[in-house]
């Protein structure tokens, strides 16, 4: 069997995170749900890692929390999508946090269909969207820590 690894890492301050990254917990096991059962029958298996950031990292690199990863690659990457940053809530003090940016859209928690359309790129099983395809020369901007 194929693994496929999902990694997420968001801010965790006194085992609690941001309305943001626990909305974009909630999309991940929601598209995990979806995919298991699709991608099990070609020989993939789906492998969640999940990573916190802890206080110090997070004000050292904001825009490093609620960040997914697929198959070694960012999310955005497979989406053709940019990153983007706006003000969170308390959780995160002062600091702007990170966005999904895609088609005019700005998504603060990563949907489920941007991150099943990802997976299933990464997997081979389906084609980029005209409008989510790499600009061109496109390359890894960073892999998981």
């Keep these: 069997m194929r ?5 997420w890492q968001r801010l965790v301050r006194d085992g609690e995170t941001c309305d943001r990254c626990g909305g974009t917990q909630a999309e991940l096991q ?3 749900v979806r995919l298991t059962p699709r991608l ?3 020989g993939i298996e789906l492998r969640l890692e999940t990573k916190a950031i802890d206080e110090a990292a997070f004000k050292a690199s904001p825009l490093d929390s609620n960040r997914v990863w697929i198959a070694g690659r960012p999310l955005e990457e497979w989406l053709g999508a940019t ?3 706006s003000r969170c809530c308390a959780a995160c003090g002062d600091s702007d946090c990170r966005t999904v ?3 005019g859209s700005a998504f603060e928690t990563i949907p489920e269909a941007l991150i ?3 997976v299933l790129i ?3 099983v389906a ?3 005209p409008e989510m395809a790499p600009a061109a020369g496109g390359r890894p901007t960073g892999a998981p820590p």
């Design 40 to 42: 099990r029958p070609l």
């Design 122 to 124: 990464a997997a081979g």
């Design 116 to 118: 099943v359309r990802a």
């Design 83 to 85: 990153t983007g940053r």
């Design 101 to 103: 940016e895609l088609s």
């Design 3 to 7: 693994i496929l690894p999902i990694v």
């Design 30 to 32: 929601r598209a995990l």
């Design 127 to 129: 084609e980029p969207l």
